[in-house]
């Protein structure tokens, strides 16, 4: 590293990274790891939690290896001296809130020592957290009016243990224990030994704000077998005290209706969020594996330019895709002009999902069939007067000709302009990790169905046995079972929400195998 013996020192941030689900980082967090030049993280971050990084930051991960020697916290806490003093902005990026459990104190105190600059950001505690998120509140009115944090790290059998097992078993109030569940049995053992009930209520939330969260209940007498049995791992949070039971009433996480399933979202990136935000906020654990691009026609030229150059002749205007929306009126902005320039035509939306899109940039479509398929729009446009006037049908490069075919009989001047292509996508490691977990794979389209496919072919898998296909309807089921492919679900709206309806419904009605968080 370059020395910088004038430069003043950079600032190093403290930053709590919440305790895994991406939603519970703080704004400041976010902001910070976004203007960073270095950021340290640990593994108990969110993931995604670095996503926002500059595309030049210096990323060190400084967290524990399995089976190879970590960094020593002297050494980190050199290496945020050694990094500010060369003027450099240091996001030091923990899970949770850094002065919980997260040695966030030893590393402030290397940097006062060494006369750097530092800010604190706490972040929302997995000792708060997970438990929140298996139903069972911290304190309670009735139940707990304290509560203490506790690490169950140190081996209560050590004679130098600093903990006082007796004390914590007399406080008045919730315990929540931080590591150390494979101890389990021997803690509840001393609190018992110290006066607290054997059938004190304890709840243990594994890998607590995950998709993957799992809770075991029990009392102090048996919860260490319960664990033991159930084979929860790190990280895991243990609660002990009246509040843990108010789980059966409260745990509003593991109730929802996709919680503990896998779902594959395999739209493309661009267009993936919308879907794979409403599986997120069911409970699903979303992977997406987009095996599809859409790549923009250049507007300034060919046919795009051609229709944008008369747009006021059209009559009637046809856009069959969010997408189609969203470029049609790029391309007219290109062109310095605005929605007004649709003033004199009909406008038609495909569906619900198209009529959104074109409602966003100021355009309320006139005919919106129910169900997004070309068919109905054909129906839909039964009533409009088609004869000799301009049609223009605004899509994509792949699409079926149903609807310019039936204009054009009525006696329509149709144009197709096509938009924007789709092109296939390699699936990367992780989305084909996740596909190989997944419960449900969700189609939009039959460009996704044969795009993925192809894709699973030349990274040489196949599609998951296991997995049940989830179509948004018919063409895309078709196309499905031309491929082979078995259709266990066919939406019966043919949107984004009717997709998600119908997935909800096959869990309902589909005994799958066990889910996390049951008991
Ligand atoms: N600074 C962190 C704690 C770090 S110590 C915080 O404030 O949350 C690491 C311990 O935190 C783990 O052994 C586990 O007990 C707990 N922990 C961290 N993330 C967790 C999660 N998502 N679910 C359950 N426990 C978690």
Redesign the pocket.
Known sequence: MEEHDEAEAGTVYLV?AG??DPGLMTRRALELVRAADSILYDR?IPAGALGGARDDADLRYVGKRPGASSIGQEEIGALLVELARAGRSVVRL?????F???RGGEEAQALVAAGIPFEVVP?V???VA?PAYAGVPVTHRDDASAVAFVTGHEDPAKPESTLDWGALAAFPGTLVL??GVGRLAEIAERLVAGGRSPREPVAV??????PGQRTVSGALADIGERVEEAGIR????TVVGAVAELRGELAWFERRPLFGLTVAVTRARAQASGLSARLGALGAEVVEAPAIRIVARPRDRGEVAAAVGRVEDYSLVCVTSPNGAELLLDALAGADRDARALAGATVAAIGPGTARALAARGIRADVVPERSIAEALVEALADVAVEGRRVLVARAAEARDVLPDALQERGAVVDVVALYDTVPEPLGAPALDGLARADYVTFTASSTVDSLLDALAAAGASFPPRARLVSIGPVTSDTARDRGLEVAVEAERHDLDGLVEALVADVRGVALPARGGAS
Do not use: C, H, N, S
């Open positions: 709590g305790p895994g108990l923990k899970g949770g809130d850094p919980v459990f997260g972040g505690t997995a000792g997970a931080f590591m939330v594994e890998r607590g704000t995950l790190p990280p895991a949070i």
